[in-house]
């Protein structure tokens, strides 16, 4: 199975309450961002079917969703109903280059820790450059080095604030990292870090 076919088949087998990232309310992403921006464009890369897009957009963000999960978006926009004409949509996979407008805040929750190649990663970091103009922010969400070792069948590498900002190279100002404790639907916690960069 591809990565595509990995996603989707997660996507059309398990309900939302079946996922370990479910959930309710995504208060540090919301917390962060709202830090960076009030107001602009974001893009929630591998936002799968999360509410944060539409929290951003009832309070006056402009937001597009990336996912390389067509299933994953599909079940976004028929949750959302008519709201989902006002998000932009885009099926991709966040390292094979795809063509993006430029944005004031970036967010990934539980995306950038899945690519374990140093080519996947250099690939992001290169978008990440031509995505986020200067002044712009990254607002990026991983496993702490106390957390899940696999997530979904698949390894992930683990980080702490410097980790990602030596992954995101000197172009990148870490302004502050934050921990956070996931509850999985299922009880479960899991430890999580998400990083603030702005760039220079
Ligand atoms: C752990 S889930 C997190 C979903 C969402 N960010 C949240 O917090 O609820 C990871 C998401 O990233 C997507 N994904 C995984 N690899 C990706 C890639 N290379 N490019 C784009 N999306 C990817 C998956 O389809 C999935 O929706």
């Not at 885009?90 to 280059?97: G, L, T």
């Not at 978008?127 to 986020?132: G, K, N, Y």
């Not at 002044?135 to 979904?152: E, R």
């Not at 934050?178 to 430890?191: A, D, L, M, N, Y």
């Amino acid at each position: 199975m591809n990565k595509k076919e990995h996603w989707d088949s997660i996507y059309l087998s398990k309900s939302d309450e079946d996922l370990s990232w479910t959930q309710l309310e995504p208060l540090m992403s919301l917390k962060l961002i709202g830090e960076a921006r009030s107001s602009g464009r974001v893009i929630d890369v591998g936002g799968g079917n999360s509410v944060l897009a539409e929290r951003l957009l009832d309070r006056g963000y402009t937001v597009t969703v990336l996912d390389i999960s067509e299933a994953a978006l599909e079940r976004a926009r028929k949750r959302l109903g008519a709201k989902a004409s006002q998000i932009h949509w885009i099926a991709a996979d966040i390292s094979s280059e795809p063509n993006l407008e430029t944005f004031d805040v970036w967010h990934d929750r539980a995306v950038f820790h899945f690519l374990t190649a140093p080519g996947d990663r250099a690939a992001y970091q290169k978008l990440l450059l031509q995505t986020l103009p200067a002044g712009a922010h990254a607002v990026i969400g991983s496993f702490a080095l106390d957390g899940p070792q696999k997530c979904s069948g698949l390894e992930v590498q683990r980080y702490d604030g410097p980790m990602f900002a030596a992954e995101l190279g000197s172009q990148f100002s870490l302004l502050k990292t934050e921990s956070e404790i996931h509850i999985t639907p299922w009880g479960k916690q899991q430890s999580f870090q998400f990083s603030l960069f702005k760039r220079v």
